[in-house]
């Protein structure tokens, strides 16, 4: 039986539907509720105002679940404080000590669990019992780099290892009636990561948390991220998603969501399309392009732009978007929703599109 199915929304686009759906707060895993986007933060727990501060800037990007590590007795004291000075829910990452991930249950929204960190099934089992009493649920976090030493060894470095030990896991929470589960099986190679979230998707239907993990920088973990997230997403396959950099978390956010707006999945203010310039465009499509993205990343409507440089594949372009340039020898057509409107200088470009903005409800 396949995992997921599909459905469709109001503007016709597609979107997943999981058949088990989990609450972390208030919001929805699977179940038909839409891909949401994570992110981690990387401040010191224990420093409250910095982790806030670092929260609030995930926000506002437009993070929709943030995690913190719990690697101590003061990180698990500030919980309390951060939730309670943030709006999005928050979840624990617990690592080798069993007894933070308990304390921790009675602050947080959710728990995320390693078993091959966890220090075996029995404190796994006091965890999963905390995770119950506060009506929360788990994520059971599988890396490849930290797989049970038992499972390592009859699978090496596999995604059938990984699908292994989240199956296992699995099988001992049910085993407990413990049911709000979400998965991840994460690796630093994308055909292993995708492998193996194909694999597990047709053994359970628990919503499935995407990444891949230590996917590196900012350039070379985009990349990774793209492609390992993207080609899971387009087979039907992930509820919620996270893009692990070694950046700036803001960053995170910011690739998530044009990963979700590129497979029309989710909608997320302006987009801008600009085509890759060449000796024929009209002005400088790198330059104004740029502008204009930076200029309305804060803007909230479903608003597309495009920015063409020539005549080539320029028409068919703007009249596929909202606001639409094409550069031609002397002066730039300008179209709104589909239409030629006027002829305009290179120079009023920018001033037009941002000016045109506000006709968009």
Partial sequence: MEKHLYGRIKNGKIKMVSKKQVMVGNLPLGGGAQI??????????KDVKQTINQIHALEEEGCEIVRVSVPDKASVLALKEIKNNISIPLVA??????????????HVDK???NPGTIGGYEKLKSVLY???????????????????KDIEKKYGLTAEALVESAIKAIEYCESLDFYDIVVSLKASNVLKTIKAYKLISQRTDYPLHLGITEAGTLFSGTIKSSVGIGTLLAAKIGDTIRVSLSADPVEEIRV????????????????VTACP??????????KVASEVEERTSKIKKPIKIAIMG???NGPGEAKDADIGVVGGTDKCLFY??????EKINKQEIIGMVLKSIDDFK
């Fill in 93 to 106: 990452d617990i690592h080798f000590d069993h007894k933070l991930g308990i304390e921790a249950a009675n």
């Fill in 130 to 148: 905390a995770a119950k009493n506060n009506s929360i649920p788990i994520r059971i976090g599988l890396n490849l780099g930290s797989l049970e």
């Fill in 256 to 271: 998530a969501k044009q990963i979700l707006q590129s497979l029309e999945l989710r909608r997320f203010g302006v987009e």
């Fill in 336 to 341: 709104k929703k589909g239409e030629i409107v």
């Fill in 277 to 286: 310039t060449c000796a024929r465009v009209g002005f400088d499509v790198a």
């Fill in 36 to 45: 949401s986007i994570q992110s981690m933060c990387n401040t010191l727990t």
């Fill in 111 to 113: 728990i995320r669990i």
């Fill in 310 to 312: 020539c005549g080539v």
